[in-house]
């Protein structure tokens, strides 16, 4: 996979600015846990090249809650935040698994969008879902009970892994979740005495996928 697979504009640049992507393009390789941008800091567009990564905000408190993940293709804009006037939008990327992605300086992909339209409409574009992304989560977080919730990312998890036996940890859980560990531990264990999930050390065994999938859409 190289960028014209990444960038649907491609075909519309000029060879010339072809070029000037691809030779500012840095191709960087990180391993899981890896922290790749962090608050407002400018570190260029990130384009991934396969992996996976985590967007996610951090409260004043210290706890985070996921916005959104990144996949095989994605781009992730909000890291080059010096193009993006009039917009504050504090948000950490850290690597989920090995991932390898491509960085774009900030001042490369600036001098496109002065001379493309395609990608000016790319980038509007993607600002636009991704805030649409941003908005339906706090819907959720605002009107969806934490049951539900719960439900809908376990099955999250079991479709991305493929798996129905999922190593995850309740302070894993609980940073994508926005909430305490300790109510990811209690919710749970209330699944489990409901026969939805089994718990052991660092695992959740989802077991009544059927229910939990009505739960999610409760």
């Known amino acids: 996979m190289d960028l014209s697979n990444v960038f649907p504009f491609w075909e519309k640049l000029t060879e010339e600015q072809r070029q000037r992507l691809t030779a500012g393009a840095v191709l960087r390789t990180v391993k899981a846990g890896a922290l790749l941008h962090q608050g407002g800091d400018c570190t260029g567009l990130l384009a991934v090249r396969t992996g996976q990564l985590r967007a996610y905000i951090l409260s004043d408190q210290g706890r ?43 001042d490369v992909y600036q001098s496109l969008m002065e001379e493309s339209a395609a990608v000016v409409n790319y980038t509007n574009d993607l600002m636009g879902s991704r805030f649409s992304e941003v908005m339906w989560l706090m819907e959720q977080v605002m009107w969806k009970s934490f049951d539900a919730r719960l439900a809908a990312f376990l099955l999250e998890e079991s479709l991305l892994e493929d798996t129905a036996s999922l ?34 050390r660092g695992t959740v065994e989802l077991t009544d996928l059927e229910r939990l999938r009505r739960l999610s859409k409760a």
């Open 64 to 106: 985070e809650i996921t916005l959104y993940r990144l996949f095989d293709r994605d781009i992730f804009l909000f890291s080059a935040s010096c193009l993006l006037r009039n917009i504050q939008f504090d948000v950490t990327i850290a690597a989920e698994k090995d991932t390898q992605l491509w960085v774009i300086p900030s």
């Open 167 to 200: 190593r995850l940890t309740h302070e894993r859980i609980a940073n994508h979740l926005g909430t305490a560990r300790e109510v990811v531990t209690r919710m749970l264990r209330y699944f489990q005495s409901e026969g939805m999930v089994r718990l052991t």
